[in-house]
Every structure is written in C-alpha cells, then in structure tokens.
T-cell receptor, first 118, second 111 residues
Framework: AQKITQTQPGMFVQEKEAVTLDCTYD???????LFWYKQPSSGEMIFLIY??????QNATEGRYSLNFQKARKSANLVISASQLGDSAMYFC???????????????FGKGTKLSVIP | EAQVTQNPRYLITVTGKKLTVTCSQN?????MSWYRQDPGLGLRQIYY???????DKGDVPEGYKVSRKEKRNFPLILESPSPNQTSLYFC??????????FGDGTRLSIL
C-alpha cells in the first residue's frame, strides 16, 4: 500500500527566508510520481510541482524546488524567498503507475500548515 | 478556460435526504476522482474513474456512489447522507501522466 508522511503539522518562516517542508513516502512500485499542492485559506487546491521517480534531476518551478532523495524515499519541498502569500496548507501526494489496486489513486499526506511572518 | 466545475459549492441538508454533487470538466480528461477532506486527515480518495463506464473504489467509498456516463461528467451521489459525511469534497480530473486539476470544492453539512 502507498503511504505519504508529513511530520510537520505546522511551520513558521520569516518573510524572504527559505523553508523546507518534509515529505516521506512508501511504495513498492518502481515507477511513481510525487506531487506538491498548495491549499490557501480560500480552499482551492493548487498544483505546485511534480517529480517522477525516474527523473534524474530535482524538479524546479520558480521559487519551488523538490529535494528528491530516492534512496531515503523523501521528496521535500523547498520554497525560496518566502512571501506572505505562501501562507497556506501544503500537501504532498504520490501516484503509482502500474495497474492493480491503487494504481490510479493519488495518496495524500495530512498536510503542513505554513505561516509566513512579516 | 480549462476548469473543473463542481456544484453546489455549499449545501446544508438533513440525514437521509438523497443528494448529488455534480462535477464537470472541459479538458477531455480520461481520469476523474472524488476526494473528501477532513481536518487532520488530509484528502482521501472516495472513487475514481479511468474513463467512461469505468469506475473503482478509493480509500473511503462507503456511503457514496458515482457514475461516468459521459467523459466530462462524474457526479457523486449520497443516497442516504449521514452526519459523518459532513466534509469538504473535491472533484479532480487529469490526463495520462499529468497532475490533477481540482475543482473549487463543495462544503457539505449534514444535520
């Protein structure tokens, strides 16, 4: 079974500083994808970044980067130069590729609430 | 504009009164899913669909039904809602190997 663990229920960061949100995962499938989503207080789910299990380089999207350590099964999100608008819940998620039970499911972690302090 | 549209956005209803939450996407996506979000539990998948007439259970399917008669629509049906189904619900769609696009969510309160 697939599992995503986010061990930080809440975090604070000073504006303009970088912050790392932790995510570890567990799967026996060799092919999988890892995602990060942002959920502001307004409730919508916003896709941030994607990392495939076979990707050689860490994914980056603007101020977001994914620190992918395959051997440790971790996929931490790094936000550089935090802004007040980054205050939100952040969810890590995993999708596996092979057929069978769970192959098309997206499994989410419980989330980390990030608060950016002016 | 590419989007996933859920209706209603908010609903307060009573135990046992059948309700349907509609979901429609305009991106010709094959895959669609329903999730519920509860405090401290993150998002949990209720049902998903790989294409028209192909659906399967997610992690928490009890008390819910879905149908996929057309590619664009994936309604969530609560035949006899109960208070433990009070939650925030999301519909999502995607194409193969792409990230999910989420709807704006539906807040259901069942009294």
């Amino acid at each position: 079974a697939q599992k995503i663990t986010q061990t930080q229920p809440g975090m604070f960061v000073q504006e303009k500083e970088a912050v790392t949100l932790d995510c570890t995962y567990d799967t026996s499938d060799p092919s999988y994808g890892l995602f990060w989503y942002k959920q502001p207080s307004s409730g919508e789910m916003i896709f941030l970044i994607y990392q495939g299990s076979y990707d050689q380089q860490n994914a980056t999207e603007g101020r977001y980067s994914l620190n992918f350590q395959k051997a440790r099964k971790s996929a931490n999100l790094v936000i550089s130069a935090s802004q007040l608008g980054d205050s939100a819940m952040y969810f890590c998620a995993m999708r596996t590729a092979y057929s069978g039970a769970g192959s098309y499911q997206l499994t989410f972690g419980k989330g980390t609430k990030l608060s950016v302090i002016p | 504009e590419a989007q996933v549209t859920q209706n209603p956005r908010y609903l307060i209803t009573v135990t046992g009164k059948k309700l349907t939450v509609t979901c429609s996407q305009n991106m010709n996506h094959e895959y669609m899913s329903w999730y519920r979000q509860d405090p401290g539990l993150g998002l949990r998948q209720i049902y998903y669909s790989m294409n028209v007439e192909v659906t399967d259970k997610g992690d928490v399917p009890e008390g819910y039904k879905v149908s996929r008669k057309e590619k664009r629509n994936f309604p969530l049906i609560l035949e006899s809602p109960s208070p433990n189904q009070t939650s925030l619900y999301f519909c999502a769609s995607r194409s193969y190997n792409q990230p999910q696009h989420f709807g704006d969510g539906t807040r259901l309160s069942i009294l």
